[in-house]
């Protein structure tokens, strides 16, 4: 639990850290895109899965912001995977907002407590979320996009016929928050990417093994 925890903070502070803001390029004809934090393999050099397709990706088929694309999309749903892990393995020790605010009830509306969930599986709990507790999932996960379509560097983008996010190499996955003022390092973000993929295994296995026993041939707690 303290290895979950300390991994999601570490995510967390460092994932939203403001980066050098990159200008669009464009592979030339011929030149590889480098492509970096691979699976390190005892002496050896990193394993790259996939390297073929992201060479078509980001030289025959598109370019390098492709790439930065690409490289985004897998932070962000790395980032979510580390936090849908966590919040499955409290579901799974009991741990729920009854027991650590003094809120009870998940919905007033709908009367469902946080102590009927703990007696539940985390799918069985989720299909419990009533349609407005949805609806507010989506709202904060829309505003969070929007605000990184919109913004670039400091600030909100103004005069731009076209959002920064929706220009060549516009989504890097950064929303320039880093309350705690970590130094964002090649390792740390590698750390970050690889804690990700982790957890993007982690919590498909979990979620198929509570919805489908004996789907995952692995011993997994709980």
């Known amino acids: 639990m303290k290895f979950l925890l300390n991994a999601l903070l570490l995510a967390t502070a460092s994932a939203f850290a403001p980066q050098q803001q990159s200008t669009p390029t464009t592979a030339l004809a011929g030149e590889k895109v480098p492509l970096d934090f691979g699976l390190p393999l005892l002496g050896s050099e990193p394993l790259f899965f996939g390297e073929n397709y992201w060479d078509k990706l980001t030289s025959e088929w598109g370019s390098a912001d492709t790439g930065t694309f690409l490289r985004a999309a897998e932070i962000k749903h790395g980032r979510s995977a580390m936090i849908a892990t966590v919040g499955f393995a409290f579901q799974k020790l009991g741990i729920t907002f009854d027991k650590i605010t003094p809120h009870e009830y998940l ?40 605000y990184e379509l919109t913004h670039a560097g400091e600030g909100i983008a103004k005069g731009e016929s076209v959002a920064p996010g929706l220009q060549a190499g516009g989504l890097t996955g950064d929303l320039g928050w880093n309350p705690l003022d970590i130094s964002i390092t090649d390792r740390r973000r590698h750390v970050e990417i690889q804690n990700g993929r982790a957890a993007m295994f982690a919590i498909c296995a979990w979620v198929a093994a509570d919805a489908i026993p004996g789907s995952v041939p692995l011993p997994l707690p709980w």
């Open 107 to 146: 919905s007033v509306t709908e009367n469902v407590k946080f102590a009927d969930l703990a007696a539940m599986s985390p799918v069985d709990a989720v299909h419990m979320i009533p349609v407005a507790g949805w609806s507010q999932i989506f709202m904060a996960i829309g505003a969070i996009e929007i």
